[in-house]
């Protein structure tokens, strides 16, 4: 699976973002899809994913993100209220399919204080 991921910005603290990850296959097929991020000098975290079993958040994104996915469109989102600094990253999506795992080229999320 290909994945392009886009969206990203400078935003203000306070505000929103939404980002898309296109899919160059039904993600009907896909079992498991989700973003992470990766912010200056720290390792890639796990954010948010979708499944058939439902959605997950991390703690610290947790009541500001919502990740969803439109399946007549192969896109995975991601709506980001309530920004701050310390979300301040590059944003991956990823997809599970079987052993294959993935990856989008990222896209940058800054939030200015």
């Known amino acids: 699976v290909q994945l392009q991921a886009s969206g990203g910005g400078l935003v203000q603290a306070g505000g929103s973002l939404r980002l898309s990850c296109a899919a160059s296959?039904?993600?009907?097929?896909?079992?498991?899809m989700g973003w992470y991020r990766q912010a200056p000098g720290k390792q890639r975290e796990w954010v948010a994913d979708?499944?058939?079993?439902?959605?997950n958040y991390a703690d610290s994104v947790k009541g500001r993100f919502t990740v969803s996915r439109n399946n007549a469109k192969n896109t995975l989102y991601l709506q980001m209220n309530s920004l701050t600094p310390e979300d301040t990253a590059v944003y991956y999506c990823n997809a599970v399919r079987g052993p294959v795992v993935s990856w989008g080229q990222g896209t940058q999320v800054t939030v200015s204080s």
């Open positions: 979708t499944s058939r079993a439902g959605t």
């Open positions: 296959r039904n993600v009907l097929s896909i079992t498991v």
